[in-house]
């Protein structure tokens, strides 16, 4: 089994930054790809942002320049730096696993973290 612990969301106002932060833990043999996807309110849930075994990224276009994903491979922990965080980005949050564990291939998700922007 693989589990995902996300933290870091919050209320903030429009403008500010929030960052946030996924760990992967368990069975983890071979992390194909993590990244960020949020729901908001009577929406479909959407990708934010992918990172890949090789550090290749991949953003959506409605954060690109404001967002950054990054990973720390030792720890298994993928980051998400938010900047000029707009109210349209109020979302929850969640991680996503794809790779190689000891159950075979799997593609896992946290819990979510909710992030609310708003004055």
């Known amino acids: 089994q693989v589990q995902l612990v996300e933290s870091g969301g919050g209320l903030v106002q429009p403008g500010a930054s929030l960052r946030l932060s996924c760990a992967a833990s368990?069975?983890?043999?071979?992390?194909?790809?993590m990244g960020w996807y949020r729901q908001a309110p009577g929406k479909e849930r959407e990708l934010v942002a992918t990172?890949?075994?090789?550090?290749?990224?991949n953003y959506a276009d409605s954060v690109k320049g404001r967002f950054t994903i990054s990973r720390d491979s030792a720890k298994n922990t993928v980051f998400l730096q938010m900047n000029s965080l707009k109210p349209e980005d109020t979302a929850v949050y969640y991680c996503?696993?794809?790779?190689?564990?000891?159950?075979?291939?799997?593609?896992?998700w946290g819990q979510g973290t909710l992030v609310t922007v708003s004055s």
């Open positions: 996503n696993y794809k790779g190689l564990t000891g159950h075979g291939w799997r593609d896992v």
């Open positions: 368990g069975s983890i043999f071979s992390m194909t790809a």
């Open positions: 990172i890949n075994g090789f550090d290749s990224t």
